[in-house]
């Protein structure tokens, strides 16, 4: 009959282990609770806002100097362009012929943002003089392209007195945003919050001192 005492395995308890594999073994479980961690912090990271997104909804300055009458300048607010018009005495005029044309001539209805207090007269604004207001036609969100120059022209009336035109499916603006009848888009383009910080600069986004 073999020695069975021969085969048999020998077991070292955790108490009697070596001092320097105890040793190895802490460190191991450390480094790994350590990577562990790391690899949380870029996913938990994720979760905070950029300095970019909160940058995106802040107000923005506009420079309007030496802006010539009948120019348009545009700036960014929000990832959306706002566009700044200074508007010429015949372009205020032609406002006056067009309100029976209007979808909502007193701007009682909005698209994304509630018309401002205001931008609820006919030239849509602080001063007569400058529009604000931001590019998207409420239809498909497209940007509308401006046509000041009066009269007949393609996919416009004969008795188009200046504003803009949507290319995408022909809605049309007059020179203070309002949509005209019969048009696609169901409301005029926005007005955003804006007020003066002088005679050459604009705050969009921010009307508190307007």
């Not at 960014?76 to 372009?91: A, F, K, L, S």
């Not at 009682?108 to 400058?130: F, L, V």
């Not at 409301?187 to 009307?207: K, M, Q």
Request: glycine share 8%; charged share 20%.
């Amino acid at each position: 009959m073999a020695d069975q005492s021969s085969s048999s395995v020998s077991f070292t308890p955790p108490s009697s282990l070596d001092p320097s594999r105890r040793n190895a073994i802490a460190v191991t479980g450390a480094v790994g609770a350590v990577g562990g961690a790391a690899c949380l912090i870029p996913f938990v990271s994720t979760f905070q806002p950029s300095e970019r997104a909160k940058a995106a909804g802040a107000p923005v300055e506009a420079d309007i100097a030496g802006m010539a009458p009948g120019e348009l300048r545009r700036v960014e607010w929000r990832g959306n362009p706002v566009w700044i018009v200074r508007r010429t005495p015949e372009m205020l005029e032609g406002l006056k012929k067009v309100e029976s044309q209007l979808l909502d001539p007193n701007s009682e209805k909005s698209y994304q943002i509630p018309t401002p207090p205001y931008a609820k007269n006919a030239a849509r604004s602080i001063k007569p003089e400058y529009l604000v207001v931001v590019g998207i036609c409420s239809h498909l969100g497209c940007s509308p392209s401006d046509k000041f120059q009066p009269g007949a022209q393609p996919s416009l009336p004969d008795d188009w007195q200046g504003g803009f035109l949507c290319p995408c499916h022909g809605s049309t603006f007059d020179m203070a945003g309002r949509v005209f009848k019969n048009k696609p888009a169901n409301a005029n383009l926005d007005v955003p919050p804006h007020t003066y910080l002088s005679d050459t600069r604009l705050l969009i986004g921010e009307d508190k001192k307007a």
